[in-house]
């Protein structure tokens, strides 16, 4: 069975400051990884994915994440924090398998303060 | 590109209804995923299509619950009756088939709320 653990309920972080909101996972196989985005009262939007190669990965509105396979993690990051990056983070996983779904975290509250 | 489209938006119903949820995949994917988000339970996949055929519905919560693809570009979650436990928002996503391109796109959702 595949899951995602986001340890973080919440994070806060003042703007202009760098950001980082943490995901680990467990997989049978090859990990192919994701960040996804919701504003309130909207559905989820791709951000960024990890299916091979380079494991820094970058993405949508200058969001970043890094594969760490010795330690199963797959954290989100941006350099600069903006107000407008407030919103609902969620990671997921699935397998190298045929399976197509995903397996998504608990979600993460992103509060950047201006 | 009209993104993945969901209707109705909000849908309110008493208990015991039948409850018809609608989704239109981007055009040119062939896989769809149908999701349930609450808050107790975080985001619950229910079941998908490949081919507008079911592949896994081992999400789906019981036989109240059914889910049809009748064609390429339109699919259906009906829950008959429906109960006040399956207020929650549910997602529509959908996927190509391209190796490499997994990343599932969802629509706004269609918030359920049965009374």
């Known amino acids: 069975a595949q899951s995602v653990a986001q340890p973080e309920d919440q994070v806060n972080v003042a703007e202009g400051n760098p950001l980082t909101v943490k995901c680990t996972y467990s997989v049978s196989g090859n990990p192919y990884l994701f960040w996804y985005v919701q504003y309130p009262n909207r559905g989820l939007q791709f951000l960024l994915k990890y299916i091979t190669g380079d494991n820094l990965v970058k993405g949508s509105y200058g969001f970043e994440a890094e594969f760490n396979k010795s330690q199963t993690s797959f954290h989100l990051k941006k350099p600069s924090a903006l107000v407008s990056d407030s919103a609902l983070y969620f990671c997921?996983?699935?397998?190298?398998?045929?399976?197509?779904?995903?397996?998504f975290g608990s979600g993460t509250r992103l509060q950047v303060q201006p | 590109d009209a993104g993945v489209i969901q209707s109705p938006r909000h849908e309110v119903t008493e208990m015991g209804q039948e409850v018809t949820l609608r989704c239109k995949p981007i055009s040119g994917h062939d896989y769809l995923f149908w999701y349930r988000q609450t808050m107790m339970r975080g985001l619950e996949l229910l079941i998908y299509?490949?081919?507008?055929?079911?592949?896994?519905d081992s999400g789906m919560p019981e036989d109240r619950f059914s889910a049809k693809m009748p064609n390429a570009s339109f699919s259906t979650l009906k829950i008959q009756p429906s109960e006040p436990r399956d207020s929650a928002v549910y997602f529509c996503?959908?996927?190509?088939?391209?190796?490499?391109?997994?990343?599932?796109?969802f629509g706004p959702g269609t918030r359920l709320t049965v009374t």
């Open positions: 996503a959908s996927s190509f088939s391209r190796v490499g391109a997994y990343e599932q796109y």
């Open positions: 997921a996983v699935r397998d190298d398998t045929g399976r197509r779904a995903l397996t």
């Open positions: 299509f490949n081919n507008n055929v079911p592949i896994d």
